[in-house]
């Protein structure tokens, strides 16, 4: 269950990292054991094509109002990226989880669905936030929070799939970093109605 959590949010953040990561550690290591019906992630032109296609989106989500567009593809491919990485993830043997796949064996679309869920609300708190970004440093943020976006991901990913307990902590830092994004919203829209300037930062 963390696993596929951990996993899904990172598509959240990222599409293509966990289901990249995945892929390689189940090609060129013992770290995961893919199940049958996802062994395809592991394919030498699936691996190729996710790397290009992250190499796309790293470029993409750095540039901004290119970012906004970018966010609103995502939309779609970013939840689906989490329900494959988390009907992968949770149904994988990991070097910390034996056999959390037999959790689901009657209902195999619940994993699917709550990856969906899980990278969809992730994937909301990044498009709210990125505006935020970009108004209140002039753009000039956008590369850094996508820097820091791309990093988490990894690091979820990795966290999954190694030490799947951690992934409570990510979600922590997830949580957080939605809470201060509302926050800041609000704060700027109480500026806005009462006219008073405020600076970027």
Known sequence: MLTGTGLAASAGLNAYIPLLVMGLLARYSDLIDLPNGWTWLSNGWVLVILGVLLAVEVVADKVPVVDHVNDVVQTVVRPTAGGLAFGAGSSAQTVTVSDPGSFFSSH???????????????????????PVVNVSTAGFGAPVASTVEDIGSVLMSVLAILMPVLVLVGLGFLGWGAVAVVRRRRRRRALAASGAPHSFG
């Open 108 to 130: 195999q679309w619940v994993p699917v669905a709550a990856g969906v869920l899980i990278a969809l609300c992730v994937h909301g708190v990044k498009a709210v936030a990125r």
